[in-house]
């Protein structure tokens, strides 16, 4: 992933020094079981703990040779530490290191998502909360269609990121296993007690029927959990940039002095950080989509999915830290313009009321049918320029059927709204 787009705390976790040093961790830990099952000597293991350490150039000398880049690692380990060193990766497969790290990798990862969605989501709950009565019409098909809140907006935001939260927990849960089952996984060397302490040692479940690698049906549901919570936020920023145009221009990003919204035109101000985030949405899906085509492996494994998860698992992950830290500074420093809001709202008149209309004159005993004529011609004089209420006050099908009161409560906004708070708490908003 190009500097761009990666973030502090994934490359703590994606680094190559990170990588190898997980896969030191590994390697230790399967020594330390020996150990403690009597396999290999005390001693070694005191030796293999003191000593071992890797060179990233030295693996590359090695590598040269091997032409594999574990193995290269682990006879730099065993070099560094000496006679004890023939003890590392005693009966293990290269695969036991690689995807026994892996999945403390991708555990980790998650949980520096689960941190950056849990900030997203207190920043749209402040909006939510902040903007819980500030009206403004809600669309549908990009045509006005009936009042609703910006708060109201935030809290729908809010309680599809909380799906996709409990949704990335529980495909952490399901990518926190490691394997130590040998070479085609059938324990021919290695004892499942053996596995299920040194993946124990590791904060890790033991898979309990891998073959020479743990199945990547795993790996592909932790993608697809991360393409939807790319979907997610993608909604998000595709919301604000509609918001953002200039003939509607309800909310706008923050724009800093002396920054540039376009090279040729300087009153720009584009609302590039959305459009960002909507871009990488869709590497997120590719990414996914790669995945599910590296679930069918030849008999116990083939190395189709070695390659490209070398550049899927640590681009995504990058991608979706920095898509979440993108829409919580976004929130952070949006503008909203309540009256701009309020402006859009009345633009129609009081057009926005027509099903009022329609369901008071079907309570009064009116068919449906005749009902929604007597609104749609109603509103049609509007597109002419007539004050929708006061024709629908005036008509004689609605006299006859409505009291004055009845017709202040269809075009009262603060009745059309007063169930907005429900959303809030119905979705933990507070």
């Not at 787009?5 to 230790?28: G, L």
């Not at 500030?134 to 809140?149: L, V």
């Not at 604000?240 to 909310?251: A, D, H, M, P, S």
Request: proline share 2%.
């Amino acid at each position: 992933m190009i500097d761009r787009y990666t973030t502090p705390a994934m490359n703590a976790i994606w680094s190559r020094q990170a990588k190898y040093q997980r896969w030191q961790d590994v390697e230790v830990a399967i020594v330390e079981v020996h150990a403690e099952m009597g396999t290999i000597p005390v001693s070694a293991l005191e030796e293999v703990q003191s000593k071992s350490k890797f060179d990233l150039k030295r693996c590359d000398e090695i590598e040269l040779e091997t032409r594999h880049d574990l193995m290269a690692f682990v006879r730099n380990l065993a070099e560094n530490i000496g006679d004890s060193g023939r003890y590392v990766h005693l009966g293990v497969t290269s695969y036991d290191v690689i995807d026994t790290a892996l999945g403390m990798m991708l555990r980790d990862s998650c949980d520096v998502l689960l941190a950056s969605a849990h900030a997203l989501g207190a920043e749209i709950k402040r909006l939510a909360v902040e903007h819980e009565h500030t009206a403004e019409i809600g669309r549908t098909h990009g045509i006005h269609a009936e009042p609703i809140t910006f708060g109201f907006k935030c809290a729908n935001w809010y309680a599809e990121l909380t799906r996709n939260i409990e949704r990335l927990e529980a495909a952490r849960v399901n990518i926190a296993v490691g394997k130590v089952s040998g070479a085609v996984g059938i324990h021919a060397i290695t004892s499942p007690e053996m596995e299920r302490r040194v993946c124990e040692k590791l904060g890790l479940g033991a898979d309990p029927a891998s073959t020479q690698i743990i199945n990547r049906d795993r790996h592909a549901n932790l993608l697809n959990v991360l393409a939807l919570m790319g979907a997610g936020l993608e909604r998000i920023a595709t919301e604000l940039r509609n918001l953002q145009r200039t003939e509607i221009l309800e909310v706008q990003e923050a724009f800093a002095a002396g920054q540039t919204g376009s090279s040729a035109m300087p009153h720009k101000r584009n609302p590039w950080n959305s459009e960002t985030v909507c871009g990488l949405a869709r590497l997120l899906r590719a990414n996914a989509h790669a995945m599910l085509e590296s679930v069918a492996t030849w008999h116990e494994r083939d190395l189709t999915n070695s390659s490209l998860e070398r550049i899927i698992f640590p681009d995504s992950f990058q991608l979706a830290d920095f898509m979440l830290k993108r829409v919580t500074s976004i929130l952070k420093g949006l503008n909203v313009f309540s009256d701009t809001m309020e402006t859009n709202l009345r633009k129609m008149g009081d057009l926005v009321f027509s099903e009022h209309v329609m369901i008071a004159l079907i309570h009064s005993g009116m068919s449906r049918e005749a009902a929604y004529k007597v609104a749609q011609r109603n509103a049609a004089k509007a597109w002419d320029g007539f004050d929708f209420k006061t024709s629908v006050c005036e008509d004689a099908d609605v006299k006859e059927r409505l009291t004055p009161a009845q017709l202040e409560e269809i075009f009262s906004l603060e009745h059309h709204l007063r169930y907005v708070g429900h959303t809030l708490d119905a979705t933990g908003v507070r």
